[in-house]
């Protein structure tokens, strides 16, 4: 049960980073573009914690954390840019 | 041996709804008209569905190892906590590049009206007062 679930999930979360990749080279505007990142970043880390659940190993979560903090950082820092024309005044 | 069954039940459908609200969100971003609508997809629905995924990993490690873990909450709450501020730089920043909406888009803030300079005759302030 639990693997036709993994699957299943596992199938879902790629669909979705698919859509993420549509939306990143259509976008019309620049923070749809932004958004398009964010929304990659967070599928990404659901993707890892898949791959851990997969492999049965604990190791990737420290990825997955780093992965969720530079996201958001680099997130903020690109709308700060787009919002001030510049990052730290 | 019957309560191994049913949290690999929990688990099992935490990762089928967690897949589901994943995909509805960047669906929602990929089929939505413009970007406030647009806006509204990953910021909520994948939100909930990354948490889903991750209450299952933390669910089965600890079936798995017999002690909770700490790690994938600290990643539930750091994403819970992070998903709002970076939704509401990205919308201050639609706003600010003034960016091209629907007309059904709801709420009509100021900064997306149009310009009213020079269409309609302003009345004097002193108007009255000789």
């Not at chain 1, 979705?16 to 599928?43: E, F, H, K, Q, S």
């Not at chain 2, 949290?7 to 990762?15: D, K, Q, S």
């Not at chain 2, 939505?32 to 990993?57: E, N, Q």
Request: contains cysteine; aromatic residues 8%; negative net charge.
């Amino acid at each position: 049960m639990l693997d036709i679930a993994l699957w299943t999930s596992m199938a879902l979360v790629v669909a979705a980073l698919l859509l993420n990749v549509y939306r990143l080279a259509v976008g019309p505007d620049m923070p749809d573009r932004i958004l398009a990142l964010d929304t990659m970043y967070v599928n990404s880390i659901a993707l890892i914690v898949l791959m851990g659940l997969w492999l049965n190993t604990k190791t990737y979560f420290e990825s997955a954390l780093l992965i969720a903090m530079l996201g958001f950082i680099s997130t903020v820092a690109v709308c700060k840019y787009l919002l001030r024309g510049d990052i730290i005044e | 041996m019957t309560l191994y069954v049913l949290l690999e039940g929990v688990i099992a459908f935490l990762l089928i709804a967690g897949g589901a609200f994943a995909f509805i969100g960047s669906l929602g971003m990929a089929h939505l008209r413009d970007f406030y609508m647009r806006l509204h997809g990953p910021t909520k629905a994948t939100t909930l569905g990354i948490g889903c995924m991750l209450v299952a990993s933390m669910l089965y490690f600890w079936v798995i190892d017999g002690k909770p873990d700490i790690q994938e909450m600290l990643i539930t709450l750091f994403l819970f906590i992070t998903a709002p501020v970076s939704a509401h730089l990205l919308a201050k920043t639609g706003l600010h590049l003034q960016l091209r909406h629907e007309d059904k888009t709801r709420g009509n803030p100021p900064e997306l009206r149009e310009e009213e300079v020079g269409e309609k005759p302003v009345p004097h302030p002193d108007r009255g007062h000789g």
